[in-house]
């Protein structure tokens, strides 16, 4: 009898201790909705991940492994349980000296900042309307692309390209960029988005129709989705 109840207590034991174990060794994760251009031990696309209990857009960051048993679905935001190990030695002077499992899947939801991903079309910048280009004559046009935080697009007389520096599907924060340096006639309407670039802190998708807002929520740019 009193083996019995030796062993049984020796297993309980046993098992709450792996449990603490397992939970010492469990980390919890964010992994972004969109890889990114890394160099490790040489050009790759790495994973953007953070840890805490909640998302702050300025602290991502590469990630150079693997995650056994994670199989990542670009456009969505995950939060996982992660199991950390060392690995055994010898390691190679250019791996990491540990390995990553996947424990559970929190949860798996769509991005809403790639929404503002497209090519998109002006039809209206403050009081000017469907402005063209100076020599084409043609629309104007922007594209947004959430996923590398760039955008570039035609003012009319010069092109612009710059960074989004800010972008969780509510609030937008966009770099001055680096426009082209031509002079026309009539800079109007390059003025006018010039100013509600750098004035943009927000936006809406409706439509098809994006809306450039500033900080008070009113209307700066008005675009129409090309594709």
Do not use: H
């Amino acid at each position: 009898m009193k083996t019995i109840l030796f062993l049984l207590i020796s297993t309980i034991l046993a098992v709450v201790s792996c449990e603490r174990d397992n939970e010492e060794n469990t980390e919890i994760w964010w992994i972004n909705s969109a890889k990114m251009d890394c160099v490790g031990t040489g050009p790759m696309s790495c994973l953007q991940i953070q840890k805490g209990t909640e998302i702050d857009p300025g602290a991502w960051e590469f990630f150079y492994s693997s995650i056994k048993g994670f199989e990542f679905e670009p456009g969505n935001i995950y939060q996982i349980k992660v199991k950390v190990t060392d690995k055994q030695q010898p390691i190679p002077a250019d791996a990491s000296s540990k390995t990553y499992e996947l424990v559970e899947i929190m949860s798996k939801e769509p991005d809403p900042a790639l929404r503002l991903t497209n090519i998109w079309k002006l039809i209206k910048v403050g009081e000017i309307e469907n402005p063209t280009g100076f020599k084409s004559k043609e629309a104007l046009t922007f594209e947004f692309n959430a996923s590398k935080k760039t955008y570039v697009g035609d003012m009319g007389c010069n092109s612009v390209r710059g960074e989004i520096k800010e972008n969780d599907g509510k609030n937008l924060l966009l770099g001055p960029g680096a426009a082209t340096m031509m002079a026309c006639p009539d800079m109007s309407a390059e003025k006018a988005i010039s100013e509600a670039l750098i004035n943009t802190r927000g936006y809406t998708i409706e439509n098809n129709q994006l809306y450039l807002l500033n900080e008070d929520g009113e209307s700066l740019m008005t675009f129409q989705a090309v594709d």
